[in-house]
């Protein structure tokens, strides 16, 4: 019986992103119901097919679901519907991407009649803004979110991954709004009506480049295939056997990375010790290195790195994942029924222990009912009247208490988005060891300037939250955090398996002092992993996870798509986690261990391709720019330097309009072409022409230009251009806050909202320890005195110590 057995959600319109949203319900139990017409949902046509013509990608985001097959022709289609909506908890609504037939529905007017009822609404761009109403493909959109531009070649054109992206990351997004809402109405709230923008769910990626952008200016430009800015070396380079994945975040890793490949002037030279030094000696560190690679595989390096702790992975293929054992006994990988095939596809990644998702499943047939286990009962009697619902705008989360270990990007996301939302999430730091997205400089002059309270990275992903410092390694420091544990809901913690285990903070003992926590590792490869010492960063995730191995041209090497790819996935993903188990723990009273692998949580961007390989044997081709449904599909060159735009032609009526606005109305004319597999026997003279309408256009009026014909395109945008993006702009998107040492600055908003206007962000990012007084205090009840003395003692403090005090501190220890 799964955590969401109670719940029934139906799903309607044709939208990756809702029916992702859709699966994750009902991977924990949820009963829910498909609502297709009666030609099927279009995402079953979409490419990859397996040999028996099934659509890998609708296998991946539809199994374990039932079909409803209503017709709108009919005459009781739209009561029909709204019987099946008003008997349903959770509505799932795709249609503002694309309506697939489905019967006009007055959702305002079912919510009033079902105060309970929690609707989520997915669209490209939301329904406001310059962009909305815009043509848009997963390429599209993930250019205009600045995801494109910095991958590839540096004289172009860049390289964008096939489609599978944006539709999980808004997927995610969604889950996230619609379980807060879950518990929400379990405390007697009424149901939540919600607007998800696709396009702002992808800038969760671009975040991070944009508030460094805002500090450092517009410094980003492409460096070429497997390089981004700002760590170098981050990339993907050629083995005696296999390609491998290398990223030296650190000048520790970089000294073993020198010292692993016998280069000793290299890791003597003081000029290269920081990433910002070597990045403006790329190509004279890569040949002394890159040959060096080639004398031992890829299997080799990795041991060794492992002894080195250094952050490097093979990269594997597809065929590399489905024989991997791990993946599949972690359920990673699970087995999936199309029709009369047997494949596999990735399965659920939030691997909570004591309530799991499902392992594997079959993809309904139009209109096929699939019988599970559930508790639900009629929704009238499940759900309040409206007279007991609580109407006042409470935040979802509030009440829910969040103890935060975590450092860097993915833990604090996910912990960022439950402050969002209204949780009470506590920061815990030291002042021997912050965050080290604060920096991980000691000199003198950036501790003694408090140059750690200035990192944009840092402040964008602790707002929201209380901070407090304690030295975990003395009883004192422990005791205090157990104290705060055990009157928590929810503790987070992404350092590596053993970190918190060692200091006395394991799920072992914490569960004795709080049966009702909640407690997520956000470990690189899983607690139980052969590879769990591996050292990991968002880059090391994407590398490890196989995607590049699908991206970029089939001449060329493994391409990766963002410097940190894996860390907002990995927040997403275990946000995602809490709630769920939240939600069995606020009805049993019982808490449990979720054992998140980041690496894992890449997987399901590469899950057609799992799914085609396991059932063919073929290896996935890759496409570069082009697409395997869509011709033609790429990026083209516009006027001006370095300018460019993805377009993309998804249907016979898109391509007509393409080709009449390029100047070809033949092409227009011509039936030969109004299919894919027409216009692909003539692609590169297509390519040609549209690039050479592009290249006489700057990119805004080519888009401006393609977008009121209604053809897919947006502009390859770099992250510094968000910061002045005219639609995120009308949308109230980035928020100016007022903080300590740093002054006004922009932070993002969540890609969910319940209006208009986006969810407030309340405080900026504490400063190092500024809320010790107030939670030692008013939380724990400790004296003045008692305060003082711990400061005193270097247990808790405000400012970060410098490389001399932290080794006297370890000399005392």
């Known amino acids: 019986m799964g955590v969401l057995s109670h719940l029934r959600v139906i799903e309607i319109g044709s939208s990756a992103a809702a029916s992702y949203c859709a699966r994750l319900f009902a991977d924990f139990g949820a009963d829910v119901q498909k609502i297709e017409p009666p030609a099927g949902d279009p995402l079953r046509r979409s490419a990859p097919m397996t040999p028996a013509s099934q659509s890998a990608w609708f296998a991946f985001l539809n199994f374990n679901k039932s079909s409803i097959i209503i017709d709108a022709a009919d005459a009781d289609a739209i009561i029909r519907l709204n019987e099946l909506i008003e008997d349903c908890d959770i509505v799932i609504d795709g249609r503002e991407v694309d309506n697939a037939d489905c019967p006009s529905i007055d959702i305002a007017g079912v919510r009033e009649r079902c105060p309970g009822l929690i609707h989520l609404e997915t669209s490209w761009f939301g329904r406001e803004g310059p962009y ?35 539709g999980i990351l808004a997927g995610l997004w969604g889950f996230i709004a619609a379980a807060c809402s879950v518990i929400a109405r379990a405390q007697g709230l009424e149901g939540r009506s919600w607007s998800l923008s696709i396009f702002e769910s992808s ?154 998702p499902r392992i594997g499943g079959k993809v309904p047939a139009p209109g096929e009912q699939q019988a ?5 009962t009629h929704v009238t009697e499940t759900v309040p009247s409206s007279s007991d619902y609580i109407t006042a705008h409470q935040q979802l989360l509030q009440g829910v208490r969040v103890i935060d270990f975590s450092m860097g990007w993915a833990g604090p996301l996910c912990t960022r988005i439950l402050a969002d939302l209204g949780a009470d999430v506590i920061k815990i730091e030291a002042i021997q060891y912050p965050d080290w997205w604060r920096g991980v400089d000691r000199a003198p002059d950036y501790v003694n300037g408090q140059m750690y309270e200035m990192m944009p990275s840092f402040c964008i992903m602790n707002r929201n939250k209380r901070g407090i410092t304690l030295d975990l390694r003395r009883s004192q420091g422990l005791g205090l955090a157990k104290r705060l544990v055990a009157e928590a809901d929810i503790v987070v913690g992404n350092y590596s398996v053993d970190v918190l285990p060692k200091l006395g903070l394991g799920y072992d003992v914490l569960r004795e002092l709080n049966p009702r926590l909640v407690m997520m590792s956000m470990s690189a490869f899983g607690s139980n992993s052969v590879n769990r010492n591996c050292r990991a960063y968002g880059s090391t995730l994407e590398q490890g996870s196989g995607l590049p191995s699908v991206i970029g041209n089939e001449d060329g090497p493994p391409v990766m798509s963002h410097i940190a790819f894996g860390d907002a996935v990995g927040g997403l993903n275990g946000c995602a986690a809490v709630l769920i188990a939240l939600i069995h723990a606020r009805e049993t009273g019982q808490g449990q261990f979720i054992d998140l692998a980041q690496i894992e949580c890449m997987i399901p961007f590469l899950a057609p391709w799992l799914t085609v390989h396991s059932i063919d044997g073929k290896a996935p081709p890759r496409y570069g720019n082009r697409h395997p449904q869509f011709v033609p599909h790429g990026c083209f060159r516009c006027a001006g330097d370095d300018n460019w735009i993805v377009i993309a032609a998804t249907d016979a ?161």
């Open 653 to 813: 009526e898109m391509w007509q309009r393409l080709a009449t606005v390029i100047g070809r109305p033949d092409w227009a004319a011509d039936a030969s072409l109004n299919s894919a597999d027409g216009r692909r026997a003539i692609e590169h003279l297509v390519e040609k022409a549209v690039e050479g309408w592009t290249i006489t256009r700057h990119a805004d009026q080519a888009m401006s230009e393609l977008q009121a014909a209604k053809v897919a395109a947006g502009v390859a945008r770099l992250p510094i251009d968000l910061l002045n993006d005219r639609h995120l702009g009308s949308r109230g998107f980035l928020q100016q806050i007022e903080r300590a040492f740093i002054g006004l600055h922009p932070q993002p908003s969540m890609p969910i909202r319940e209006d208009a206007k986006p969810y407030p962000i309340r405080t900026p990012a504490p400063t190092l320890g500024q809320h010790n007084q107030e939670i030692l205090s008013g939380l724990l009840g400790l004296s003045d005195e008692e305060i003082v003395q711990l400061a005193r003692e270097g247990i808790i403090g405000t400012k970060m110590l410098s490389e001399e005090e932290l080794a006297r501190t370890k000399e005392m220890l």
């Open 203 to 356: 800038v969760t990626l671009s975040e991070y480049h944009m508030f460094e952008a805002f500090t450092h200016g517009d410094v980003m430009r492409r460096m070429g295939i497997n390089r981004f800015w700002p760590t170098f070396p981050a990339g993907i380079y050629e083995t005696k056997n296999g390609w491998l994945g290398v990223t030296t975040l650190t000048p520790a890793q970089w000294i073993a990375f020198c010292d692993m490949l016998g280069l000793p002037e290299m890791r003597n030279d003081p000029s290269l010790i920081l990433n910002k030094d070597r990045l403006q000696r790329m190509e004279q560190i890569e040949r002394q290195f890159v040959p060096r690679l080639k004398k031992r595989t890829a299997p080799e390096w990795f041991a060794e790195g492992l002894e080195r702790k250094i952050p490097i992975v093979p990269i594997p293929e597809i065929s590399d994942l489905l024989e991997h054992t791990e993946k599949k006994i972690r359920a990673a990988i699970v087995p999936v029924r199309l029709g009369i095939e047997q494949g596999q596809t990735a399965g659920s990644m939030q691997r909570l222990r004591s309530t799991p």
């Open 372 to 376: 599970f286990a559930n508790t639900r």
């Open 132 to 166: 909305a109403g815009f043509a848009a493909t997963d390429s599209t959109v993930r250019a205009l979110a600045g995801l494109v531009k910095l991958v590839g070649p540096v004289e172009g054109p860049p390289l964008h991954a096939p489609d599978f992206q944006t």
